[in-house]
C-alpha cells in the first residue's frame, strides 16, 4: 500500500490556487453525503449550496479540476467524489502519528472518521512513562523517547501535536528532523518551521472568540434596533402657533398661550 512517504498530491504542480485546496474538503464532505445516498448528479447551486459557497466561486473551482459538468444534467457525484480526492491525495493510506494523548489527544485517536478519509493512525506518542503500552482506541501508546524511530519505521509524514504549549516546539523539532513535512498543530502557540514543512493550526479558543466578536455585534445591532424602534413610537411634541410669539402675532395674547375658536388651548399638546 503507497504511504505519504512516497506519494505526494499534485494540487502545487498544477496550480491550484491555496484558496481553492481549502474549499476541496468541503465539496468533498458533501458530495460523500450525496453519495450515501444514492444521489447520481447534484447542479452547481445545490451542491454550492450543501458546501456553503456560491455557484460561481464553485464552478471556478472546479474549472482548475477539469470538470466542467453537463448542462441541464449537472455534475456527476461519483466522478468527483473520485476526483476531488484523488487531488487531495486521498486515494492512498496517510500514516498519521499523533504526539500528546491527554484528553484531546485520546479523543484525536478515537475519531472514526480518519480511516474513511485517507488517514491511518499509525501511533500514539506520549511524554509520560505512565502511558507507555496503554491501549488507546485500541493502539498502544508508545513513549516519545522512540519518536524518531516510530517514525521512520511507519514511513510518516504527517504529525498530529496535541501537547501543551511549552512542549509543543520542542516536539515539532524533532518531528521535523525525523522527516515530516506536514503537522497538524492543536497546541495553543505558534509554531517555527523551515521551508518545505506545511503546518495548519486548529486553537478552539480563537475560534470561540470569533464567535463572541458576532454575538457581541449581533447584540449590538439588536440593542440599536429596539432603540430607534422605541423612538419611532414615541408620541412627537408639536408647538402651537403663537407659543415662541410676544403678542405680535394675531392668534396669540403674549401670555404663552395660543387662542383658537373654542377658546384657550394647551400652547404643547401631543400630535
Not at 447534484?42 to 482548475?64: C, I, M, Q, T, W
Not at 476531488?84 to 484531546?104: A, C, F, H, K, M
Not at 394675531?250 to 373654542?262: E, H, L, N, P
Request: charged share 20%; net charge negative.
Amino acid at each position: 500500500m503507497a504511504t505519504g512517504r512516497t506519494h505526494r498530491p499534485a494540487t502545487r504542480s498544477r496550480g491550484i490556487p491555496e484558496a481553492t485546496v481549502a474549499r476541496l474538503p468541503l465539496y468533498l464532505r458533501a458530495l460523500t453525503g450525496l453519495s450515501e445516498r444514492s444521489v447520481p448528479t447534484v447542479s452547481s447551486e445545490e451542491l454550492a449550496a450543501a458546501a456553503g459557497v456560491n455557484s460561481a466561486k464553485l464552478r471556478k473551482d472546479f474549472s482548475y479540476l477539469g470538470s466542467y459538468g453537463t448542462r441541464g444534467v449537472g455534475y456527476d457525484v461519483e466522478y468527483l467524489v473520485y476526483q476531488i480526492s484523488r487531488e487531495l491525495g486521498l486515494t492512498q493510506d496517510w500514516p498519521v502519528v499523533i504526539v500528546g494523548i491527554g484528553n484531546l489527544g485520546a479523543a484525536l485517536a478515537n475519531y472514526g472518521g480518519f480511516a474513511s478519509r485517507g488517514f491511518r493512525v499509525a501511533a500514539l506518542i506520549d511524554a509520560d512513562p505512565a502511558m507507555a503500552g496503554k491501549p488507546v482506541a485500541g493502539i498502544p501508546v508508545q513513549h516519545s523517547d522512540d519518536l524518531e524511530r516510530i517514525i521512520a519505521d511507519n514511513g510518516v509524514s504527517i504529525g498530529v501535536i496535541a501537547t501543551p504549549a511549552g512542549a509543543a516546539q520542542p516536539v515539532c523539532d524533532r518531528l521535523v528532523a525525523a522527516g515530516v513535512t506536514s503537522i497538524l498543530n492543536f497546541a495553543p502557540t505558534v509554531l517555527t518551521v523551515p521551508d518545505g514543512v506545511d503546518v495548519r493550526k486548529v486553537d478552539l479558543s480563537i475560534e470561540l472568540q470569533i464567535l463572541a466578536f458576532h454575538e457581541q455585534r449581533k447584540a449590538g445591532e439588536e440593542a440599536d434596533a429596539l432603540a430607534a424602534a422605541a423612538a419611532d413610537s414615541a408620541p412627537a411634541v408639536v408647538v402651537a402657533k403663537g407659543q415662541a410669539g410676544s403678542g405680535s402675532d394675531g392668534d396669540s395674547d403674549g401670555s404663552g398661550r395660543g387662542k383658537g375658536t373654542d377658546g384657550d388651548v394647551p400652547a404643547v399638546m401631543p400630535a
